[in-house]
């Protein structure tokens, strides 16, 4: 089992800043990558941003690329989403999740994961 609590959500205005956090515990030493991914109002979840644990190989959604970055702190097993320029497209409720398959071309997959946070809500006004 791992468990995932995510932080950092709130209310911003457009342009502005974000940092998400997702600490992991459990059974950390079981992770690939971990995953962003995010639902807004009446739409389905969508991918954002993901890290592999290995080799800290980053993908990214073309929505966010250039604007959200991804990085890991190996010693708190703490994934991070910075988020700049943020739009009001952007608003959402953000979601970390792990998977412990090692599929490097499916990262994106959100199948391919198996433990989800609770999520934290992003509110971006213009």
């Known amino acids: 089992q791992v468990q995932l609590v995510e932080s950092g959500g709130g209310l911003v205005q457009a342009g502005g800043s974000l940092r998400l956090s997702c600490a992991a515990s459990?059974?950390?030493?079981?992770?690939?990558?971990t995953g962003w991914f995010r639902q807004a109002p009446g739409k389905e979840r969508a991918f954002v941003a993901a890290?592999?644990?290995?080799?800290?190989?980053?993908t990214y959604a073309d929505s966010v690329k250039g604007r959200f970055t991804i990085s890991r702190d190996n010693a708190k097993n703490t994934v991070y989403l910075q988020m700049n320029s943020l739009k009001p497209e952007d608003t959402a409720v953000y979601y970390c999740?792990?998977?412990?398959?090692?599929?490097?071309?499916?990262?994106?997959?959100?199948?391919?994961?198996?433990?989800w946070g609770q999520g934290t809500q992003v509110t971006v006004n213009s």
């Open positions: 999740a792990v998977k412990k398959i090692y599929n490097p071309n499916n990262n994106s997959e959100e199948k391919e994961y198996e433990y």
């Open positions: 459990g059974r950390t030493w079981s992770i690939y990558a």
């Open positions: 890290i592999t644990w290995n080799d800290d190989t980053t």
